[in-house]
């Protein structure tokens, strides 16, 4: 393994050895702590241009499974078709790895996909400096670091069009119930968790603007990057909300149902990535561990009265879910389909499949 170094924008240094593809990368420096689910977290879309370091200090002792896919053309094992993430940073990294459904090693499922990963390095000092400075830029050297400056262009790059379907794709044709999704890098869980519910689905574009179309329902999924840069979609679940029809969002979803609806967002310190998040369902006493996966959130006090906060974050108070007061509209910033992680919340998908 070669020499390689994660230099932030702030001058830290981070060493280690590479056990992916040998490059150099730049992206979003961000910290994971959930303890299993690096193939799932690695496909899902809305790590899109991010370095992510996971926290917990065993990788790779369970290896990656197959890219097989099933009849609908859904990936079997994994969140996408291919990994998202810009690189892979990871204290201890195991060589050997076992599992039953395992078909290759961490390292070289990287290498095949000409992903960046270094090994070796102090995951627990960089999440400290994460957490006290923040998320920043960062770049991945191999062979010697050296010195970089912050692109100010980053925030402004819509990396939610980057990872969005092209055109209209068709899930479980002719069942009684038709939704829309409105795909901003939806995980392919979520299509899962639909199509489990007999309902067919018309997966379109982000920008896409789909007020014509015959659906009982509309979803807004999940996606990375900055949610003020999707001002079309917004715009078109503007136009979808005078129908009048059930619309249910998730992560990204939350962001833009909230902005559809006038309210404002803004970027978290260092956000939320774990499959330990606690939220609580405003006006009860019931409490959820969730998975969750986003550095933006909805500002509370720019919703308007005709909405409420659905669900909060026990650790920092910060919004986790909106919903109409009078209207089939609401949303959550977790993931209640949550592969891997906890299935507490999955029962919001029957909510809003029963609303249709």
Not at 134 to 160: H, L
Not at 205 to 233: K, L, R, T
Not at 297 to 310: F, K, M, P, Q, T
Request: glycine share 10%.
């Amino acid at each position: 393994m070669k020499d390689a170094y994660l230099v932030l924008e702030d001058g830290s240094c981070f060493e280690g050895k590479s056990f992916g593809f040998e490059k150099s990368v730049f992206g979003e420096v961000v910290f994971n702590t959930a303890m299993t689910g690096y193939p799932e977290s690695l496909t899902d879309p809305s790590y899109e241009g991010q370095i992510m370091v996971l926290t917990y200090p065993l990788i790779g002792n369970y290896g990656v499974p197959s890219a097989e896919t099933c009849s609908d053309g859904l990936s079997k094992f994994m969140e996408s078709g291919r990994i998202h993430a810009e690189a892979l940073v990871v204290g201890d990294y195991s060589v050997n790895y076992s599992h039953w459904n395992a078909a290759l090693s961490l390292s070289d499922w990287l290498k095949q996909e000409k992903i960046a990963g270094i090994c070796g390095v102090d995951t627990r000092e960089l999440t400290k400096v994460l957490r006290g400075s923040g998320v920043m830029q960062g770049r991945i050297f191999i062979g010697k670091p050296e010195s970089f400056s912050p692109q100010t262009e980053y925030s402004k790059i819509n990396f939610v069009d980057k990872v969005s379907c092209r055109e209209i794709l068709k899930y479980n044709e002719g069942a009684p119930k038709k939704v829309v999704l409105l795909d901003c890098g939806v995980k392919e869980n979520i299509i899962r968790c639909l199509l489990r519910r007999g309902v067919e689905i018309a997966r379109v574009p982000w920008n896409y603007d789909f007020s014509g179309m015959d659906f009982d329902g509309v979803f807004i999924s999940n996606g990375p990057g900055n949610p003020d840069m999707c001002s079309e979609a917004v715009q078109n679940i503007k136009k979808a909300m005078a129908k009048e029809k059930p619309i249910f969002g998730i992560c990204m979803g939350n962001q833009l149902l909230a902005k559809a609806g006038g309210a404002k967002v803004y970027k978290l310190k260092y956000g939320h990535r774990s499959h330990n998040q606690p939220v609580r369902m405003l006006g009860t006493n019931r409490c959820f561990i969730t998975s969750q996966n986003h550095g933006y959130a909805v500002d509370n006090s720019s919703l308007g009265d005709d909405w409420e906060v659905y669900f909060e974050n026990m650790n920092d108070g910060s919004n986790e879910g909106i919903r109409h007061k009078t209207k089939p509209f609401f949303s959550v910033q977790f993931h209640p389909e949550a592969a891997s992680g906890p299935t507490d919340t999955e029962f919001l998908f029957d909510e809003f499949v029963n609303l249709l």
